[in-house]
């Protein structure tokens, strides 16, 4: 029978049309794999030598680049303050969720002890949280911590969901003194009473020389403490691993796609 009768311009018709139907189902499917929430695990490291500094559990956000801590050569305020002076990040945490709402906040691990590792899992939008910041408490001190200043300086997402870094390293060099809580062994967290201070009233700077000045001193973990450091010495590293994850709507519409490839297929058995 000539393709130009009546009878099959029907049935062509509806074939190109669940054609269509399965590409577009495809295509749709293409398209959100490639910005895929990331199923991200997040691995930090002290790589402190033994007996030397320890680390409060790390504060971190996924976001979209506007919240900033802190400054070099500024006054520290209460949201940095409350991760140099104990760690606990009371304030941090509320401030960074002010900023930006949509940012994938937490914390990993508990006090981190040299040459321990902690480990957290955890969902990202890539296209909505590219950038990475974080802040630990360096002990023992009275306000040391570990940070990035810039809130873009660590873009951990492309535009297309991939991992652009592996992992952050920082050395004892990049420690930050915050400037609000004068020296005192005897106010410092793990060799002190945390719970007193005498404010310094100065501004953030790198300091790491200040940390010998604890050394002989018993820790809250029980072994005496030698800094040890100079100002090339690994102290911390970040580390990250990703893979999309697989969204129910994505696969309800590859499910369609199959569906109308196999009801072509069957169209085309029966023809
Ligand atoms: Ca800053
Ligand atoms: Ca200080």
Redesign the pocket.
Known sequence: MPLSTPSLRAPLATISMVALTALTALTAFSTSATAATQRVTITVHNLAAANGIAFAPLHFGFHSGVF?????G?VATAPIISVAEGGSGAAWQPAFAAADPTASRGTVGGLLLPGASATLTLDIDPALNPFFTFASMVVPSNDFFIG????TRYRVFDAAGSLLIGQIDQQARQIWDAGSEVFDPAAAAFVGNNGLRTAQNSVVAFNFAELAAFNGLTTGAGYTFTSGLTAASDVYRIEFSATPVPEPGTWALFGAGLAAVAGLARRRRRG
């Open positions: 900033d801590a802190f400054d070099l500024g990035n200043d810039s809130p």
